[in-house]
């Protein structure tokens, strides 16, 4: 799958295949185009060449948080429920208590402090259970505790048969992951030792 911006070629061929029960990172220095390949991935931009193929439906994390600050935490889920018809919060309210964020239901988002945003930002792109999770930069901003709670989650998910891709600029935890791949030059290539597979 290829994509360009106009003239400027960001992903030159690159073929990637989630298995279910699979915890992937994709590492690439800044700008390689790691945002770009997710927005491909989750249908938000069309590739220029190349197709996408879903085996679920899937959750979609983007680096840049989307939220109304004018609206709570709640107001958030109770909107994203009637988007993903779901019958009730129940696990919604799951990953928040995984993640710390049960505390801030009622607080209006505007208010909230930046890694507290991208728990709200992550417990959206997770609430309705999706078979496969497109995660971009998912932990900036957390502090090292729900980092860690982060990480066990994924791990948790992958167990349950969940393909799980997370992207970022920073190699961290690599012993985490089945498989690591590094974007460069629009390709993307196992990255050296940690993975384990
Ligand atoms: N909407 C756009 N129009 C034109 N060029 C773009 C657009 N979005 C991204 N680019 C360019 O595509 C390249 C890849 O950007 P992308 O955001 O995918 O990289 P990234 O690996 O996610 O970077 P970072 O680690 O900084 O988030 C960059 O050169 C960027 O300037």
Redesign the pocket.
């Known amino acids: 799958m290829r994509h360009a ?1 106009r003239r ?1 070629a ?1 992903l030159r061929g690159v073929d990637l295949r989630l298995r279910p029960g699979t915890l992937c990172g994709i590492v ?1 220095e ?7 390949l997710l927005k491909v991935l989750a249908g938000e931009l069309r590739p220029t060449s190349g197709t996408v193929r879903h085996g679920g439906r899937f959750g979609y994390c983007p ?1 840049h948080v989307i939220l109304n600050d004018a609206l709570t935490v709640r107001q958030h889920l109770m909107y994203f429920r009637t988007a993903y018809r779901l019958a009730d919060l129940r696990y919604a309210e799951e990953v928040m208590e995984v993640l710390g964020l049960t505390g801030y239901a009622d607080e209006r988002t505007g208010a909230l402090s930046g890694g507290t945003r991208q728990k709200l930002n992550l417990t959206l792109a997770l609430m309705h259970d999706p078979r496969v999770l497109l995660l971009d930069e998912p932990y900036q901003g957390f502090d090292w505790d729900t980092y860690q709670r982060f990480w066990d989650l994924a791990g948790r998910l992958r167990d349950a048969g969940r393909s799980v891709l997370v992207v970022s ?1 920073l190699a961290y935890d690599t012993g985490r992951l089945d498989e690591l791949w590094r974007l460069a030059r629009g390709r993307l290539r196992p990255e050296g030792e940690g993975a384990a597979a």
Do not use: C
């Open positions: 911006y400027h960001v690439g800044n700008g390689a185009g790691k945002s770009t680096q600029h």
